[in-house]
């Protein structure tokens, strides 16, 4: 059975740091890509950043280029989104999900199976 887990959410500070996770089981993430989407309330779901099985590659939305990090973990079966210098319109609730093609998906259409979302809240 496929599944998602995220962690890693909470409340911080603006300019503090989060790293979220997404581990997931029922299969192995090296040969699949993982996207970390947000949503924020009463706006359509987003797409932050993607790595890519196929060649590591990465790919990051404009509004957190330089500040979010993606990263994966084989051994741990677990994919990382390293967050710095967050803002409060970084508020949302994100959600890791995997695309079966192992290429670099940007489109929420495009991946296949979704964790459950963990919330993070930017706020002083």
């Known amino acids: 059975q496929v599944q998602l887990v995220e962690s890693g959410g909470g409340l911080v500070q603006p300019g503090g740091s989060l790293r979220l996770s997404c581990a997931a089981s029922g299969f192995s993430l090296d040969y699949y890509s993982i996207g970390w989407f947000r949503q924020a309330p009463g706006k359509e779901r987003e797409g932050v950043s993607c790595?890519?099985?196929?060649?590591?590659?990465?790919y990051y939305a404009d509004s957190v280029k330089g500040r979010f990090t993606i990263s994966r973990d084989n051994a741990k079966n677990t994919v990382y989104l390293q967050m710095n210098s967050l803002k409060p319109e970084d508020t949302a609730v994100y959600y890791c999900a995997v695309s079966f093609s192992g290429f670099i998906r940007v489109g929420a259409d495009e991946y296949d199976y979704w964790g459950q979302g963990t919330q993070v809240t930017i706020s002083s």
């Open positions: 790595i890519s099985s196929s060649d590591g590659s990465t």
